[in-house]
Structures are given as structure tokens and as C-alpha cells.
């Protein structure tokens, strides 16, 4: 059974940071590609990042480049979301996700994604 399982979440202040972490289980890490969306209330859940299976390609949202680093470390199954200039405006849950490489094609787009972890809350206070 394929898990993600996440941490890092928390509450603190505009101009902190966090790096939250999902550890992947029941897949051959390698050989996914791994995501970070989020989702405040009464909002669409939003991307954020993307890592592809290999080369280290990844992507990011507008609203989170130059703040936010996304990494994944594949010996240890696990991908991290280091995000640094925190603003009120990056308070939502944060979704781990995975999707097999040769299928992952638009990975900017929720649907792409088979598996999800529970969500991690960051609120970011003003």
C-alpha cells in the first residue's frame, strides 16, 4: 500500500521558515514524480512545486518562486518543501503527492496525481 506521510507543518510569524517532509512508502520512490500542493479555506487546493523523477527537474508556482525550494532524497524515500520569506498569505494545508513518472505529464495540475498524503497545516501569522 502506497502511504505519504508528512511533518514539518506548524504556526509561525511572516519571515520564518519551515521545511516540511514527506516520507514515501509502498513505491519504488525513484521512479516518481513527487509534488506539494496546498489549499486554504474556501479555496481550490493550489500548486506549489513539482520534482520529476530524474535529473532534479523541478517547477514552482509564481506566487512561491524564489521563496520555496522543493528536494527529494531517494535513498531515503522522502521529499522536503523548504520554504523561507513566509507571508500570511502561504497559511493553508500542504498535500504531499506522487504520481509514476511515465505517466506524470502535467504536473502542475492535481488530477495528475494518484496518491496524496493527509495534509500538514502552516499558518504563517502577520
Known amino acids: 500500500q502506497v502511504q505519504l506521510v508528512e511533518s514539518g507543518g506548524g504556526l509561525v510569524q511572516a519571515g520564518d521558515s519551515l521545511r516540511l517532509s514527506c516520507a514515501a512508502s509502498g513505491l519504488t520512490f525513484s521512479t516518481y514524480a513527487m509534488g506539494w500542493f496546498r489549499q486554504a479555506p474556501g479555496k481550490e487546493r493550489e500548486f506549489v512545486a513539482a520534482?520529476?523523477?530524474?535529473?532534479?527537474?523541478?517547477i514552482y508556482a509564481d506566487s512561491v518562486k524564489g521563496r520555496f525550494t522543493i528536494s527529494r532524497d531517494n535513498a531515503e524515500n522522502t521529499v522536503y518543501l523548504q520554504m523561507n520569506s513566509l507571508k500570511p498569505e502561504d497559511t493553508a494545508v500542504y498535500y504531499c503527492?506522487?504520481?509514476?513518472?511515465?505517466?506524470?505529464?502535467?504536473?502542475?495540475?492535481?488530477?495528475?496525481?494518484?496518491?496524496w498524503g493527509q495534509g500538514t497545516q502552516v499558518t504563517v501569522s502577520s
Open positions: 520534482s520529476s523523477r530524474s535529473w532534479g527537474s523541478t
Open positions: 503527492a506522487a504520481v509514476p513518472s511515465r505517466i506524470g505529464n502535467r504536473l502542475n495540475a492535481p488530477d495528475t496525481y494518484n496518491y
